[in-house]
């Protein structure tokens, strides 16, 4: 079996005597869709933000491509190829949807220190964004300011900044979370498409989404992994089934 | 040094870190719960000062002069916050450094305007114009343990307000999440007119307590400002217990290096900052989350 | 368009003056421009990095003082040689502050730099050997002539500008612009942005210095009332009136606040409160300044 992408060694995040995320040790191999699941508060954003470097680690070690990255930070992380979007929209407010996925974009070049020619003239940004900004169809609102965007064509554009930089990892923070069921459907097609080469880490609470797409899916309940399995396993598991009482499962 | 010049010296410190601590905690209460960064707030440590004089000066009484002064200094911190301080409250940082700083502006003015640019001494009040020995050869004034009895005084009720009263969870809760507070129905604006001038009257009480020993004059405001700043930084902003112990450290190290190297005085102090910045980036007990 | 015509003609316009042989618009209008120069580059940090830095007018008055100091126990005179030598010595200062005062952010940076300028302000005011609280006169200027000195300002005006612009429509600018939008983004885009951050504070202080110089050169005179938190506060008022994030508008700021100031001094003893009056005003009125008066309604 090849070696996994991204490998988690019993990581631990601790809140005072809480712990959000307790000994996690997973393994996510590379191409494929692996969704994190659970109940509330069973630590899946604690656990993706542990991953995109936003929190640091109390104990335990994450490792991609088999480099230890438990330290690194956000910006060294992004650059290794790990990309992230968020629950919540995190955009530049003030700048239009082309700004935005530009400056996504320009984060591929070898430095932004560069102070005399004018940015326009790096083509190559453009491109990247531009394409970007084609796939999650929002070519037509380029011109739109992010923070004037509807729920849905924010999520997009989260999307779309994280494509521009080119990632080989990707990690979604409930990508669906809000979403009428029109624009879930045409996030999780998008989604598909995106996944197709390219590694994702999916937390997400949308069910039928999550067994559409994913490969794999981990059950997390009070940070610690109580299932992992095929969409088929997890769904079937009494276990599982157990800790979701109350939940839906579809 | 003898023991007892560096013991002098100590308590000298602690004194005067008391006094530091009195203005810092005003700061960072303003600065924790309203998230206000104010310039101000030397100013009225200023007009502490001179109320204080110019009472004491009608009434022939220091700590009379000082009775009257305060809930007038927490009168003029209700005005200025809902006259001012209120409408920062949506502003960015550039918005509140500017606006406080016209206040400066308008406060030395005033001062002018009202009393002049003399400087004025403050008789300490009969009652406590004695000296209190120390070992053999030192001696320390009554009014400096008094401010310092005071000083100790306020801190403690400020604990036992913040940490035992229903108000003080109020404040507490504004100090992490104004807008939740605000949600559950609590009026967050009562809650910030009554820190903000709380936080006046402590700049002004020490200022009262200060006038004796340091005279009353134009610009008096400006260095305690500075400093305090530096103590909030060094204890991170919105702990009390963090301006304490910030002005304890700043307090000693300014009395010592004043003594121990007179030409970098002043730059001791900032290096100490400096130095916990490197260490702690937001302070001995700031928040640990990427706040204000 | 019309801007860029209306800033070509204040710009030429301005140049005329050094032809006119008046001394007092001479003088008046150097000092002015200097004031741009100091605005124009606080305003890279406060209005395209979003950083409010309140030690700014400590990089104007270090550059004046290294060319008190190299002028006057050197013996350097040269301007070839003095500019290069204060320049450094205010970049190499806004390294140091800045990468200490980058640890913090938000408040903590705004009042970490405050305390900076504080410092350095007292440094010299307390320091006879530094001239103390009276200052130093500059023995002999690298530029003898007022006009010289008018010309001199005139052309560093001009070319911070068109080098702020540049920076600020290249990639590097593009960055500062993010950072000010959302700075956390930035960081999870790939951006190390501290290090951007610093490279900004640099240039900005480095500019500074240029204004310190030129203001040593025009008047021949340091003092450190130059150096401390009223003078940066001053700085960050220009910046507000003229309106952040506009470049030119910061300009438009110094040169309405010379202006009043001068003639604030004739009308009345308290003029002092009528800047304050201005401040606050500008400061809950006009929040974008002079700038958002010209373009209207046309900046998002």
């Known amino acids: ?128 964004a531009a394409r970007a900004l084609q796939i999650c169809g929002l070519s037509g609102r ?35 979370a809000g979403l009428g069921h029109d624009e879930a459907l045409r996030v999780v097609a998008l989604l598909t498409e995106v996944a197709r080469g390219r590694t994702v880490i999916l937390v997400e609470h949308d069910m039928d989404a999550v067994f559409s797409i994913s490969d794999t899916v981990t059950v997390l309940v009070d940070g610690r992994v109580l299932e992992k399995g095929s969409p088929g396993q997890v769904r079937s598991s009494a276990a599982v089934r157990e800790a979701y009482l109350g939940d839906e499962i579809a | 040094m003898s023991f007892s010049l560096v013991a002098l010296q100590l308590i000298n410190g602690v004194e005067y870190g008391l006094l530091l601590f009195l203005v810092a905690s005003g700061l960072t209460l303003v600065f924790g719960v309203l998230g206000v960064l104010n310039f101000a707030h030397g100013s009225f440590y200023m007009l502490g000062a001179y109320l204080a004089w110019w009472l004491s000066e009608r009434t022939g009484n220091l700590l009379l002069a000082i009775l009257v002064g305060l809930p007038a200094m927490a009168l003029i911190g209700l005005l ?129 307590l ?57 730059a001791i ?22 706040g204000r | 368009m019309r801007r860029r015509i209306l800033l070509l003609a204040g710009a030429l316009a301005l140049g005329a003056v050094a032809f006119s042989g008046d001394r007092f618009w001479l003088q008046f209008l150097g000092k002015a421009m200097i004031g741009c120069i100091l605005a124009m580059s606080l305003d890279l940090l406060v209005g395209f990095t979003g950083l409010v830095s309140l030690a700014h007018s400590a990089f104007f008055g270090l550059a004046a003082y290294a060319l008190a100091g190299v002028t006057n126990r050197l013996g350097l005179v040269n301007p070839l040689l003095t500019f290069p030598v204060c320049l450094l010595a205010a970049a190499a200062a806004a390294l140091i502050i800045g990468w200490l005062s980058l640890r913090a952010t938000g408040v903590y940076f705004i009042m970490v730099t405050l305390a900076f300028t504080q410092m350095l302000f007292y440094l010299f005011n307390d ?60 960081r999870s885009l790939g951006y190390p942005t501290r290090r951007y951050k610093l490279v900004a504070f640099v240039i900005a202080g480095a500019l500074a210095g240029v204004a310190g110089y030129l203001d040593a050169t025009l008047y021949g005179f340091v003092n450190p009332a130059q150096l401390g938190w009223r003078q940066s506060g001053l700085i960050l008022v220009t910046v507000l009136l003229g309106g952040k994030g506009t470049l030119y508008g910061p300009a438009l700021g110094a040169l309405l606040l010379a202006f009043i100031e001068h003639y604030g001094e004739r009308v009345t003893e308290h003029w002092n409160a009528l800047i304050a009056a201005l401040i606050i005003a500008v400061v809950l009125f006009l929040p974008r300044g002079l700038a958002g008066l010209v373009e209207g309604g046309r900046r998002a």
């Open chain 1, 1 to 128: 079996m090849p070696e996994p992408l991204l490998l988690t060694e019993a990581l631990t995040r601790r809140f005072g005597a809480l712990a959000a995320v307790d000994g996690v040790s997973l393994a996510f191999e590379e191409g494929r869709v692996h969704a994190v699941i659970g109940p509330n508060g069973a630590g899946k954003s604690t656990f993706l933000n542990l991953l995109s470097g936003e929190l640091r680690a109390t104990q335990g070690r994450v490792r991609f491509r088999g480099l230890d990255v438990t330290r690194a930070t956000p910006d060294e992380l992004s650059r290794l190829g790990i990309g992230r979007s968020y629950q919540t929209a995190n955009l530049f407010p003030g700048l239009s949807c082309a700004d935005c996925a530009w400056l996504a974009a320009q984060s591929r070049l070898p430095s932004s220190m560069r102070f005399l020619r004018p940015a326009k003239g790096y083509t190559e940004v453009g491109d990247r």
């Open chain 1, 142 to 176: 380029r011109r739109a300011l992010a923070g004037q965007l509807s729920y849905g064509e924010q999520r997009q554009l989260e999307i779309a900044m994280m494509l521009a930089t080119e990632p080989t990892l990707l990690l979604l923070d409930e990508p669906l």
């Open chain 2, 80 to 208: 200025v916050e809902r006259l001012a301080i209120a409408r920062l409250y949506l502003r960015d940082h550039l918005a509140q450094v500017l606006l406080t700083y016209g206040l400066v502006l308008l406060f030395n003015e005033l001062q002018r305007a009202l009393w002049g640019n003399d400087v004025h001494g403050v008789a300490t009040p009969r009652s406590l114009s004695f000296t209190i020995p120390l070992g053999e050869a030192q001696t320390w004034p009554a009014w400096r343990a008094f401010t310092a009895l005071c000083c100790i005084a306020v801190a403690i009720a400020m604990r036992q307000v913040i940490l035992k009263t229903r108000f003080g969870m109020r404040v507490r809760a504004g100090a992490s999440n104004a807008e939740m507070v605000e949600a559950l129905g609590i009026d967050v604006r009562r809650v910030f007119s009554v820190v903000f001038s709380a936080g006046t009257a402590l700049a002004g009480l020490a200022g009262m």
């Open chain 2, 210 to 266: 200060a006038a004796p020993l340091t005279t009353v004059y134009p610009g008096m405001g400006e260095s305690v400002l500075i400093l305090s700043f530096v103590v909030v930084v060094i204890g991170g902003i919105g702990s009390i217990k963090g301006a304490f112990l910030g002005a304890m450290l700043v307090g000693i190290a300014d009395t010592f290096g004043k003594v121990l190297l007179p030409g970098f005085a002043s």
């Open chain 2, 269 to 290: 102090v900032y290096a100490v900052m400096a130095a916990v910045l490197l260490w702690r980036p937001r302070g001995l007990l700031g928040p640990a989350f990427e």
């Open chain 3, 127 to 186: 320091s006879p050997a530094l001239g103390g609280s009276d200052g130093l006169y500059v023995a002999e200027r690298p530029v003898d002539s007022r006009a010289a000195a008018y010309v001199a300002i005139w052309a560093a005006l001009v070319l911070a500008y068109l080098l702020l612009a540049r920076i600020l429509r290249a990639p590097y600018g593009r960055v500062l612009e993010g950072i000010r939008g959302n700075e956390q983004r930035m």
